[in-house]
């Protein structure tokens, strides 16, 4: 390689690659890495977003698969707003595209990532992400805030979001893991639905939280119905920052003041409805109010919004 401190750049000779200095002027359709810069915006369900950096590189485009391998099916709403590091070609046009790009990590933030491995018999097991390459990052069942999954559950390869905090013997463990999707998570919970009714669960079936149950024909003496069950909802594809704007253990629910919500939800404008379910166990009879807080949005049938998979930060 050569270094050439007139032109601000570093040259890699054997792959034709340019690292970014502050004041590079760089041709169209040179590949320069090591850019930093943070989402601005992106579109899960469109697949495409941009990237607000320095210089030549101040907007820049990305799609889906310039997104890490474990990344690729997060909403706008965990990515907008992260730093990324990322790599970014200048078309001929003048207008840049990015040709790769990585999160940061962080200690408390949350990271994209995939199951390596999980041992039902022991109830954990082991989750990777390119933020944090080389380490494996342990998690227990009791982790996900789905109460749906059920021992017997073969979590296998699936893309999840979680946060994790470092131990002093220098290892790594999950605080909290969600899947990215609900499409992931239904297969889980369809699983543990099954499971019931083959184990003839006297009490009835458990609704999921994001699936639409299959019929199933019960003998209305043998089937009890739980008042505190969740209504059925669908999710919206959104991942959302909030606060608690009050929440009542006893009662078992609460709101999230979001902006941007429309009027005409549970509560007032910017207020988002929620079940002490949807809570991480370990907080749900604990004072909440004023706690800063991410979280799935969903709709039920007729349109009114609710807060899953609550993240406490």
């Not at 401190?5 to 570093?10: R, W």
């Not at 799609?63 to 590091?85: C, K, M, Q, W």
């Not at 207020?271 to 949005?297: A, C, H, I, Q, W």
Request: with cysteine; net charge positive.
């Amino acid at each position: 390689s050569r270094e050439s401190f007139g032109s601000s750049y570093i040259t890699g000779a054997a792959h034709g690659r340019r690292q970014a200095l502050p004041s590079m002027s760089v041709d169209a359709n040179q590949v320069t890495t090591g850019l930093v810069g943070t989402v601005r915006s992106y579109n899960g369900s469109k697949g495409f977003g941009f990237i607000t950096g320095e210089g030549q590189f101040s907007d820049v485009m990305f799609s889906r698969y310039e997104l890490p391998e474990d990344a690729r099916e997060i909403r706008g709403n965990f990515i907008e707003h992260r730093s990324v590091t990322f790599d970014a070609v200048l078309k001929s046009d003048g207008r840049a595209k990015a040709t790769a790009l990585s999160f940061q990590a962080e200690e408390g933030a949350m990271l994209p990532g995939v199951i390596k491995i999980y041992s039902d018999q022991h109830r954990n097991g082991l989750v990777t992400s390119h933020a944090l390459p080389g380490v494996d990052i342990r998690f227990r069942l009791e982790d996900f805030n789905k109460t749906s999954l059920n021992p017997g559950c073969r979590l296998d390869k699936d893309l999840v979001i979680f946060q994790f905090k470092n131990l002093p013997d220098g290892k790594c463990v999950v605080t909290s893991i969600q899947f990215q999707t609900s499409k992931i998570a239904g297969k889980y919970a369809s699983l543990a639905q099954v499971t019931n009714a083959q184990n003839g669960a006297g009490a009835g079936i458990k609704r999921s939280v994001n699936m639409v149950q299959t019929p199933v024909v019960v003998h209305p003496s043998s089937l009890k119905v739980q008042k505190s069950a969740e209504v059925p909802v669908h999710s919206t594809g959104q991942y959302l920052a909030g606060t608690v704007k009050s929440y009542n253990p006893g009662k078992g629910w609460g709101l999230i003041s979001t902006p941007g919500i429309p009027s005409g939800t549970s509560g007032q404008a910017g207020d988002v409805f929620f079940m002490k379910s949807n809570l991480p166990v370990e907080v749900r009879d604990t004072e909440l109010t004023g706690r800063t807080v991410n979280f799935e949005l969903v709709k039920t049938h007729d349109g009114k919004c609710r807060a899953h998979n609550i993240m406490i930060n």
